[in-house]
């Protein structure tokens, strides 16, 4: 999964082996980010996430949401989203994880593993919180946070179903 800040930055993850987007625009008003979100649905030959959003995911037709840790209830995503979207939820514990299971999300994006220049001064999870993370949920465990390409297939080793990254798929060559 690529997190992206936009459209262009969206289709170059795209081409670079993304398999989601998750259009992360977290400055940016509800009609920035819905204009966004259209464009890269009708573009995008991959899945398209909206972040916190549930009404712009579904007002622009994306695949799903993604839901911060402590945002509205998975519950009331699905009320508005239906039980054909995607729901995601991002914690920051296998608590976390545990509970976005037990919710009815879709899968869990775990971290941040690794430090992180995207959220300075939070505090690395590490691979073995990850590891704890897959072995207490049956969801999909997704990594993010400092994941670069030889991280990632450190995480994939872990049983890590996935990961989401915005370097990786930013950087030519990861």
Do not use: K
């Not at 979100?37 to 695949?63: C, E, F, K, M």
């Amino acid at each position: 999964m690529a997190v992206t800040d936009g459209v262009e930055a969206g289709l170059r993850a795209a081409e670079a082996g993304a398999t989601y987007l998750l259009l992360r625009m977290p400055e940016a008003d509800a009609r920035t980010q819905y204009e966004a979100l259209l464009r890269l649905v009708a573009v995008a030959s991959i899945p398209v996430l909206a972040r916190a959003r549930p009404d712009l995911a579904l007002a622009a037709g994306a695949a799903g949401v993604n839901l911060p840790e402590g945002d509205l209830a998975v519950a009331a995503a699905r009320n508005l989203l239906g039980p054909d979207r995607i729901i995601g939820r991002s914690v920051h514990s296998v608590a976390g994880a545990v509970a976005a299971a037990a919710e009815g999300a879709d899968f869990v994006l775990f971290g941040p593993v690794f430090e992180t220049p995207t959220h300075p001064g939070r505090m690395a999870l590490g691979t073995s919180a990850l590891a704890e993370a897959v072995r207490a949920v049956t969801i999909p465990v997704l990594a993010i946070g400092g994941v670069d390409r030889e991280r990632a297939a450190a995480c994939l080793a872990l049983g890590a179903a996935g990961y989401a990254a915005i370097r990786v798929f930013r950087d030519a060559g990861g």
